[in-house]
């Protein structure tokens, strides 16, 4: 008799911890930076809030169209390790841009060309990530690596923070240091991360990427894909998050905490929600998320106070931890595996696309009508999200690992 399958985090494979790993130092880079960057925009470099929000929108769309050809691209090789060292190795590139910036267009072009590299390892990685777990922990693997990505998301802040004081609030300082672990990043991926080898026979997409293999994915993967849509747009950049802090009156040296407290709460949540998604239907968590997006927003916006401000953060921490790597692993688990890296590339095009919008109007409704305006209008859309999940999710019910 074989032995059982062993389940939870500690049968998640090493090369999915590498993996892991990997995106945790890329993000100590990237929150070093993103920690400071809009408080650096609109006080340094005199750059509107709207232009803030255009700014992070084009950004993450620019990196979620190009998830489609990467994904769609590694699909076709059949190897996915070596596109997502040229992201990642692209994205340390761009670092040393930040420190030297003096007008927001600067910024915006280092943002651009590292959103591409984000976008070229993004759908690569995380079909990878489910090419080497088995489909029995693939909740659990992909939570691993959203809270190792997630504990360099608050990790980066603290460095910063640390940084700000040793460098006497020199903000360029702290940006020149986030170009150390990018490069971390980059030799942990080369020489930790082993990549399965590619199944013989194994039917690959054909030149160039025909919309009949993408809409025979399946009307399962196309649900999954609203639902992402649906939760983007209730969910805009947090650099709003990092703008409402110094709004209500936090010291720009104290700023990069914001970040902290979310990815904290982010980090311890991600990997223990993963892991409970494989016993369950994951779409109940993913409601669970919803509500505790409306409740940040609506912290947020009615409790003005740095207190009430790190509070409202912490809820929105808990939403990403309670969504995120499940709805990854919903698009592993809908997407035909021989297309599984242009599945991701889509998702993320769709989810990318939202945020773009997402976060356009919540920099107007800012800059128009303020800041209460912008979070309650992201209430309602997270409002509108959880009755339509609710509603899917009671007329389609499922035993575990169900897709909407």
Partial sequence: MSAPLRTGLKAVPRSVWAIGFVSMFMDISSEMIHALLPVFLVTGLGASVALVGLLEGVAEATASITKVFSGWLSDRLGH?????????????????VFPIAVTP????????????????????RDALVADIAPPPIRGAAFGLRQSLDTIGAFAGPLVAMALMMVLAGNIRAVFAWAVVPAVLAVLVL????????????????????????????GGGF???????????????????????????????????????????VYSAVAAPAGSLSDRMDRRWLLVLGLAALIAADVVLALVATVPGVLLGVALWGLHMGLTQGLLAALVADTAPSHLRGTAFGLFNLASGVT???????????????GPEATFIAGAVFALLATIWLVSMTLRHPARRNATP
């Fill in 80 to 96: 996915r390790k070596w596109l997502a060292v040229a992201g990642y190795g692209l994205g340390a590139l761009t670092k040393p």
């Fill in 190 to 217: 080369i020489f930790a991360v082993r990549e399965p080898r590619p199944v013989e026979g194994v039917r690959r997409p054909r030149l160039p990427i025909r919309w009949g293999d993408v809409l025979a994915m």
């Fill in 105 to 124: 267009w600067e910024v915006f072009g280092a943002r651009f060309a590292d959103r591409i590299g984000k976008g070229l390892r993004g759908a690569p």
């Fill in 222 to 264: 196309w649900a999954v894909i609203a639902l992402g849509a649906v939760f983007t747009m209730a969910r805009f950049s947090e650099a709003f998050l990092v703008l409402r802090a110094q709004d209500v009156g936090l010291a720009i040296a104290l700023v990069p905490v914001v970040m902290v407290v979310m990815n904290l």
């Fill in 355 to 369: 945020l773009l919008a997402a976060s356009v109007v919540a920099g107007l409704l800012w800059s128009r009508m």
